[in-house]
């Protein structure tokens, strides 16, 4: 083996070893980066179209199942009745049933906004407003539906509304703490 052979067999070693390091280093920053909003966008958007659970979560990834009925006919058709009003942080099944008479919606808003306080425009609450970010959401849920909403709610202050026009300001809203 010449000297100029051996020098390029380690330049192709030393290139070699240079490229995995590159591509671990890729694949790692992906995993670690980019996954945790990915997995809540597509919680979001399968909430939203297909009014069903999420697809990368599932009820039975949940920590807390929260029986969550809307427009009991005993309180009233704007009214949510949550199970529970607090949980430990994680992922969270809500287990929504439209126990009334029209179409509602179920909206979940991260805000430190108390749920009385939203900004209203036109006939709809803007939760947006103030700092309140949407993590998901069921719309079009018909009487008698039973959609399971699966989020992953870290701790803070929340609100559940129903933003069809003119509901949240029957007052379909709920507080939501997670601890
Ligand atoms: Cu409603």
Do not use: W
Not at 6 to 33: E, I, K, P, Q
Not at 46 to 69: H, N, R
Not at 74 to 100: H, K, Q
């Amino acid at each position: 083996m010449t000297g100029r052979t051996r020098m390029n067999l380690l330049s192709l070693v030393s290139v070699l070893a240079a490229l995995v390091l590159a591509l671990a280093a890729c694949g790692g920053s992906d995993d670690s980066g980019e996954a945790g909003s990915e997995t809540a966008a597509a919680t979001t958007e399968a909430g939203t179209t297909a009014g069903e659970t999420g697809s990368t979560l599932s009820a039975a990834d949940a920590d807390t199942v929260v029986k969550a009925p809307m427009a009991d006919p005993a309180v009233g058709e704007y009214t949510f009745s949550l199970e529970t009003s607090s949980v430990p942080a994680g992922v969270i099944a809500f287990e929504i049933e439209n126990r009334g008479e029209i179409e509602h919606e179920f909206e979940v808003i991260k805000t430190d906004v108390p749920p009385d306080q939203l900004e209203v425009a036109g006939e709809k609450a803007e939760p947006e407003v103030g700092g309140g970010v949407e993590i998901g959401e069921v719309e079009d849920v018909e009487p008698g539906d039973t959609p399971t909403l699966v989020l992953e709610l870290e701790a803070g202050n929340y609100v559940i509304l129903c933003n069809l026009p003119g509901h949240y300001e029957q007052g379909m809203v709920a507080a939501f703490t997670v601890e």
